[in-house]
């Protein structure tokens, strides 16, 4: 069985740290400055939150690689701002990774709106990437939440899952409840 993880809200919590790296990207991108603590970015795509960004207040959102130009940046400034806020693993996560290691038909990988880099540094930061070496799907050019639980699932696929095998899609929103609806997985919803 597959256990398709999220990340913000399920595994950990960065305090919303990353809003600090979007705010700088931003600035250097579009040259843009804003305060974006109200912004919500709640199971949106990275892709998904530099276009809403470069729309909403940066003013440049159809301009040729502007959007890759501005995740990228924040993909560069995300490690430094992470220690700026006091985030968390979320209770009781390492314990249950540890468990579902020990246990061989059981294999956990991502399912995020994060681009790789963005989770890696997250998981990173806060020393979970050690359980998803495995890897997952990530926003990486994809801005919909649907295509990237499509992307998951062929990746599984191609790693030699199979659906017999059963999955469950693990997140904190109704985006990934969609997900494991989407891709004909059990979904188990945490309420952080």
Excluded at 10 to 39: C, K, M, P, Q, Y
Aim: aromatic share 6%.
């Amino acid at each position: 069985m597959i256990l398709f993880w999220d990340i913000d809200g399920t595994l950990l919590t960065t305090a919303r740290a990353g809003i600090h790296a979007w705010e700088n990207a931003l600035a250097e991108v579009a040259g843009s400055r804003a305060d974006l603590s109200g912004f919500d970015t709640a199971g949106v795509p990275d892709h998904q939150i530099a276009q809403r960004l470069l729309r909403e207040v940066g003013g440049a959102p159809d301009a040729p690689g502007q959007v890759d130009r501005l995740v990228g940046r924040y993909e560069d400034l995300l490690p430094a701002a992470l220690g700026r806020r006091q985030g968390r693993v979320l209770p009781n996560v390492r314990e249950i990774l540890e468990r579902i290691e020990r246990q061989p038909e059981l294999r956990s990988r991502l399912l995020t709106g994060n681009t790789r880099r963005g989770a890696e540094a997250k998981l990173r930061h806060y020393g979970l990437d050690r359980f998803f070496r495995d890897g997952g799907a990530f926003s990486d050019r994809l801005c919909q939440r649907d295509d990237i639980a499509l992307a998951a699932v062929e990746a599984a696929r191609v790693d030699g899952w199979t659906p017999a095998a059963g999955a469950v899609v693990i997140g904190d929103t109704p985006h990934d409840i969609r997900c494991g609806r989407l891709v004909g997985a059990r979904t188990l919803a945490v309420a952080t």
